[in-house]
């Protein structure tokens, strides 16, 4: 079974009884698209509390999981309270990023300073990255990938701003620790190193579980899917429960369905459209769509630097469906469009 909620409105004022408040933020519904045994049918939030939310364990689950406020996340001495959106910048220290043309992997001032950069524009985690997960890019030595991210943390880090470091080795993430990051955001969900996990569980800190089809074999490997939504659910699901068994706290476990990662473009749209069945996993939902191939795939194939149209359209509709963070490269862009969607919804709140 499976449960995505639909029908959104825009303030639960009035409605008492009829809407429900999805996963802490600033988005209501008031109704499920129910999936059971492969059919559908919508049940109203008054329906389904009085009939299947009571009588079915696994709908009972789902529905606490959904509707659950998250826990916010402690990074030093910030707390990010996931009642609203957050946005979580790239910064990219490779020679071959798709996004930037690798300019600041040789010069850390310089990617620290951009790094400042973006939290002063309003970002609340930079996410430092020292290999490039592009389709096609060649693996990188641990060593390489440690001196090119550990000077920048330690930069960022000293002045105060919140460091996230994007890597599947353990290695590296013992590394950035020691030098100051305080999220762990790994693209292969902690499966593409064997000691990676049992870093994750000893550093307490939250931890980015994101799918990929096979992320043993790399974040583009993969045959496809029968029906991606349930078959991303289910992974994520399993892999959380196997996180969580090992020592990671449940509550510092944040889950990225890997949009564009071994995902054909049909596949990235019907994960976009049902994302809000994600937060049945009861986790903290980051989306990561900026500046994807299939913003060019739908728009005449604009190149990687003309995306910033689609690029916000994803965020703000990952915004709707109650992500809690969206990683972008377009900081002062999506932090304005995110803090405007805010003003609407506070107006909307108080009734005006």
Not at 76 to 94: F, K, S
Request: hydrophobic fraction near 50%; charge should be negative.
């Amino acid at each position: 079974m499976y449960l995505r909620p639909v029908q959104f409105v825009d303030s639960p004022v009035g409605r008492d009884g009829e809407v429900a408040r999805l996963a802490g933020s600033m988005c209501w519904f008031s109704a499920y698209e129910v999936t059971e045994h492969g059919a559908r049918r919508t049940l109203s939030i008054a329906a389904f509390e009085a009939g299947l939310g009571r009588d079915d364990a696994r709908a009972a689950l789902l529905h606490a999981r959904i509707t659950a406020p998250r826990a916010p996340l402690v990074l030093g001495e910030r707390t990010l309270r996931l009642d609203q959106p957050h946005v979580m910048a790239i910064l990219n220290v490779t020679p071959d990023s798709f996004s930037d043309g690798g300019t600041l992997h040789q010069d850390p001032v310089a990617a620290a300073g951009a790094g400042f950069d973006m939290g002063v524009a309003g970002a609340s985690l930079i996410d430092v990255g020292g290999e490039s997960t592009r389709p096609g890019a060649a693996a990188v030595w641990e060593g390489d990938e440690i001196s090119r991210v550990v000077p920048v943390i330690e930069r960022l880090a000293a002045s105060g701003t919140p460091v996230s470091i994007d890597t599947r080795k353990a290695a590296v993430m013992e590394a950035a620790i020691a030098a100051g990051a305080l999220v762990l955001n790994d693209v292969s969900a902690l499966l593409w190193d064997d000691r990676a996990l049992a870093v994750a569980v000893r550093s307490r800190l939250p931890v980015v579980l994101m799918h990929s089809p096979d992320p043993a074999s790399g974040p583009h490997a993969g045959s496809g899917y029968g029906t991606v939504l349930t078959e991303v659910f289910d992974w994520l699901e399993s892999r959380i429960e196997a996180v969580a068994a090992a020592g990671v706290d449940r509550a510092r476990i944040i889950v990225d369905p890997g949009i564009g990662f071994g995902k054909s473009l049909a596949d990235n749209l019907a994960l976009l459209n049902g994302l809000a069945m994600l937060h049945g996993l009861g986790c903290p939902l980051l989306l990561g769509a900026s500046r994807k191939r299939m913003i060019g795939a739908l728009s005449a194939e604009a190149p990687v630097g003309e995306r910033l149209g689609g690029s916000l359209m994803l965020a703000m509709h990952g915004v709707a469906m109650g992500a809690h963070l969206l990683r972008v490269h377009d900081v002062a862009e999506t932090v304005q469009a995110v803090r405007v969607w805010r003003g609407l919804r506070d107006a909307a709140l108080v009734g005006r």
